[in-house]
């Protein structure tokens, strides 16, 4: 009988939620220019889809404005239909040789729609782990109905399953509390 359970792959799982979860924050536009903001938009390139970064830089010359330079200028327009289609709500200026991008100031509406968002994201987060917890669970279960573990080496495993799920899910609440404090902060 094999008494030690492994638990290394549900907590790598657990940790690839909540850093997803955080890449995720940093695509809400937040009032401030960040770079990050853009990570999402994908263009169509070369006759594929690639990441905006693939074909430009991505600059922060002020606090409230993004520009954006293609390597290749021919893909100038393809980029910029690329943020416009991407609902990030910001409007590209583009002068044929750089895009700019202007970010405006959050109305509180706004705010409350992106606080709205950033807690949708934490919850799929949280969902996320808790799925990991029940397919561990049920995995540690099997081994106890096929008698490879003790009953105390199941109840011993499901609590610090628990314990690694409970300290997960705090993880993400506490990006979701530095981002909702960022996005109403005025």
């Keep these: ?78 980029i910029e239909r690329a943020i416009e289609h991407a609902d990030i709500g910001l409007n590209p200026q583009n002068d044929g040789k750089i895009i700019r991008l202007p970010i405006p100031e959050l109305t509180e509406d706004r705010r409350r729609e992106m606080t709205k968002r950033a807690r949708a994201m934490a919850e799929d987060a949280r969902v996320s782990v808790r799925n990991v917890r029940r397919d561990e669970m049920r995995d540690i279960s099997e081994l106890r109905r096929e008698g490879e573990v003790s009953e105390d080496e199941e109840h011993r495993s499901e609590a610090e399953l628990q314990r690694l799920t409970d300290s997960h899910v705090a993880r993400i609440d506490a990006a979701l509390a530095d981002k909702e404090a960022e996005l109403l902060e005025v």
Excluded at 27 to 48: C, K
Excluded at 50 to 55: I, R
Excluded at 56 to 77: C, H, I, Q, W, Y
């Design 1 to 78: 009988m094999s008494e030690n359970i492994d638990l290394t792959a549900a907590a790598r799982r657990m940790q690839g939620a909540v850093e997803s979860v955080r890449r995720d924050f940093s695509s809400i536009r937040t009032g401030r220019a960040s770079p990050s903001i853009l990570d999402r938009v994908e263009v169509e390139a070369y006759g594929s889809t690639m990441p905006l970064k693939s074909v430009a830089s991505v600059n922060v010359p002020e606090a409230r404005l993004l520009t954006v330079t293609p390597f290749d200028p021919g893909t100038m327009k393809a």
